[in-house]
Structure formats: C-alpha cells, structure tokens
C-alpha cells in the first residue's frame, strides 16, 4: 500500500449509481415478498403495499449516490474517502432506511408510534444489513486492491520502457483573446482544473493560472502523443512519469520532483495503458 488510509473509491453516482439503487430496492422487495424476515406475514398485504418498503429503500440510496454528491461535493472527495468511511456511509444508509420503514410500517398498520417499535426496526434493519454490508466493502476493497496493484506494477515495469522521442511545443489559446501560452513536451508536468480555471505546472518554475477549461487544453493538445487527460481534474505528461503504483481508488502517477501523486480515474485507465501499448 502506498499510505496509512485505507483508500476506497466513493460511492457510485450519475447513471450507474442510478441503476445501482434500483436493483437495490428491487432485491428489498423481492427479499421481504418471498423470505418474510422475522416472522413477517405479507400474505394480508399486497405486493404493492409490500414493495413501497423496497422504494424506501431506492429513494434513501439515490440520494446519498446521486443527488448528495452533487450538493455536498466537498464530503465525497475521493482523496479523502476511506474503507472506513464507505462503512459509515453505510450505517447512516441503514439507519434512515430503518427510520423511513418504521414510520411507513406505522401507517400500514395503522400503529401509533412508540419508541419500542422503531428501536426494534432499528435492530432488524441492523441485523440484516451491517454483516453482509461489512463483508461486501472489505471483499470489495480487497479485490479492487489486487486489481489495481496488478495493474500498477505492469505499467511500472513498462514505464522505464518508455521510448521518449523529440521534444515538441504546443500553444495554448486560453478563453481570454490573444492570451496564449506554450506547452513543452520536456517541462510541462501537468494541469489541475477548478472551475473555468486550470493551473499549469512547469518543471522547475512556478505554476500558472489560466482562464480555460480541462476540456479546451485536452483538444488543443489532442495531437501529443504523451499529454492526455487521466482524470476529470488532472491532465498529464506521461514523459514525466518516473513511478506508477495504486490502491484500490486507482492508478497512481507519480512525476518528477513532484511530492504527490496524480489519479488516475477508471474512465480514462484504459488511455493511460495505451500510452505503453504504444511505445
């Protein structure tokens, strides 16, 4: 491992973390129709009556994959998100799954609250979740880790490798007119974005700030054969890479005289093993 944390990618979102909270509440509803937990008769009640209990369940896990990032985008950055925390993540999940459920078995059976009953929803939710919850993360985070270990090492290994041609220039037009700025093959080490800005980091030279998105520096130089997008806010130059190693969030790029490592995210893994593929 590279550090003390034990780093784990962050919840899915967009569309997968969509379809992953479908299937969520479709196997809650499945599970309670045909299983009946804890002695409970379905049979009074109709599978509609029954499924709302899985839509509980969708609706809690949409949220915290799909809209809560998007709001609260600080809380689910990768760099910080750990083993540790995936597990509360989910904890919290079955807490307000519990809830919600209690307040709807409520309604279905026409109960008045007590705290009785919710500390024992509380407990079932619990029961049935936080084993298989645990074993999931850790089972997950254990092959992720291989994978991307695996991973690492093969690029590593092909890294020094790497045949390195002549050196090009490249000139940037920012979104300001007439502002440009030049990209060398041999200096440039890589670009982090915020916003509509992105800084430019040069070997042996203070970084610059300039006005342009990720997006319009990664078409201007989409002729070099060595800077690509690796990641949403990172574009690199993979002539600069000296050691690639990994956990399992991903690949991780370490450049010269550089102190941190850049990541690599899963949507542009395959384009950063082009580059070797290439050589």
């Known amino acids: 491992m590279t550090g003390k944390k034990l780093s784990y990618p962050t919840p899915i979102s967009g569309w997968q973390g969509f379809l992953y909270s479908v299937a969520f509440g479709l196997f809650v509803t499945l599970f309670l129709w045909f299983f009946e937990p804890f002695d409970i008769n379905v049979k009074p009640y109709s599978f509609l009556e029954i499924s709302f209990f899985g839509f509980i369940s969708f609706g809690v896990f949409f949220l915290a994959h799909t809209l809560l990032p998007m709001i609260f985008s600080g809380i689910y950055k990768e760099r910080n998100w750990t083993i540790y925390s995936q597990i509360i993540f989910y904890v919290i999940l079955c807490f307000m799954i519990a809830t919600f459920n209690g307040l709807y078995l409520n309604v279905l059976l026409n109960l008045n609250f007590s705290w009785s009953n919710y500390l024992l929803i509380i407990i079932q939710t619990f029961a049935v979740g936080i084993i298989p919850i645990t074993l999931y993360v850790l089972l997950s985070y254990a092959i992720l880790y291989r994978k991307i270990i695996a991973q690492a090492n093969l690029v590593d290994d092909k890294l020094a490798k790497l045949k ?108 950063v093993k082009s580059i070797f593929a290439k050589s």
Not at 167 to 184: A, G, L
Not at 218 to 246: A, D
């Open 164 to 271: 390195i041609p002549s050196s090009k220039v490249y000139t940037i037009q920012t979104d300001i007119k007439n502002e440009t700025f030049n990209v060398e093959e041999n200096t440039f080490l890589y670009a982090s974005s915020s916003g509509n800005y992105i800084e430019v980091f040069i070997a042996h030279n203070p970084s610059k700030i300039y006005r342009m998105s990720m997006a319009g520096l990664e078409q201007q130089l989409s002729q070099s054969s060595f800077m690509i997008r690796c990641h949403r806010s990172y574009f690199v130059n993979m002539k600069q890479v000296h050691k690639v190693t990994g956990n399992a969030q991903g690949l991780k790029l370490w450049l010269k005289g550089e102190e941190q490592p850049i990541p690599v995210s899963r949507k542009y893994l395959e384009e």
